[in-house]
């Protein structure tokens, strides 16, 4: 879920804001780029930096030697993507695992690798629908999270029995999808329900689940003085 970098992000944040250094959100993701990847040598990508702290719904392209582009989707890709971030659900799996460990195993993997290569595939290709029918984008991008998903299950270490039960167990909640994100714990499930996401949590609880709405933050980086 990018809990490192979103709190790098915050502290790097607060430094600009407690010295009026003035940099802008760009130059304080870019910061916390170099810091995780080229100071402290892990094992990531630039997706959780800019992710974290651009916000709101974006979307960016990723290419060699660190270069980051922001990608214009259309109307109808933008239209899509904000309700379904409208009405989703978060389960913790209650599992804890450490992020660089898992993610330095897909790295070493050829078949992770490759993995990886076809979900950034499925990226392109939903960038590429120019549709303005908004049930033609909307069947795609769910059709592609649920092929996205299929590609990671096939990761390393990404499932295993425990997690294989509660994701069994959580399906029973009608649902467009369900996947597992955030590397480290092994993390949250994320849940696309097929009704409103209140009723969804209420029905999760009942079965003996925490669940809590996934809300989108507006502003991305954010510091407050105390």
């Known amino acids: ?19 009026e250094l003035k940099m802008t959100k760009n130059e304080i993701i870019k910061i916390a780029c ?17 992710l974290c702290g651009s916000g709101g719904i974006n979307a960016f392209s990723y290419k060699k030697g660190g270069i980051v582009e922001s990608v214009q ?8 993507i904000k309700e379904t971030t409208n009405n989703l659900i978060l389960v913790p799996t209650s599992r804890s695992r450490y992020a660089d460990n898992i993610l330095s195993k897909f790295k070493d993997s050829d078949e992770s690798i490759e993995s ?38 096939k990761m390393t270490n990404v499932m295993d029995d425990q997690l294989n039960d509660q994701l069994y ?36 609880k ?3 689940y925490f669940a809590i709405k996934a809300n989108v933050s507006s502003s991305g980086i954010e510091s407050h003085t105390i």
């Open 1 to 19: 879920l990018g809990g490192s970098s979103s709190f790098l992000l915050s502290f790097i944040s607060s430094i600009n804001n407690s010295f």
């Open 34 to 50: 170099k810091i995780e990847i080229e100071v402290l040598g892990k094992p990531i990508g630039r997706q959780d930096q800019y």
């Open 73 to 80: 989707l259309t109307d109808t890709q933008f239209k899509v």
């Open 116 to 153: 990886i290569k076809k979900i950034g595939q499925y990226c392109e290709e939903f960038f590429n629908n120019k549709s303005r029918s908004f049930e033609v984008i909307k069947s795609h991008f769910y059709e592609l999270i649920i092929k996205s998903w299929e590609e990671k299950k």
């Open 169 to 204: 167990d959580i399906s029973s909640i009608p649902n467009h999808w369900i996947r597992l994100i955030g590397a480290g714990s092994g993390g949250y499930f994320l849940i696309c329900p097929k009704f409103d996401s209140s009723d969804a949590i209420s029905k999760l």
């Open 206 to 208: 009942k079965k003996g």
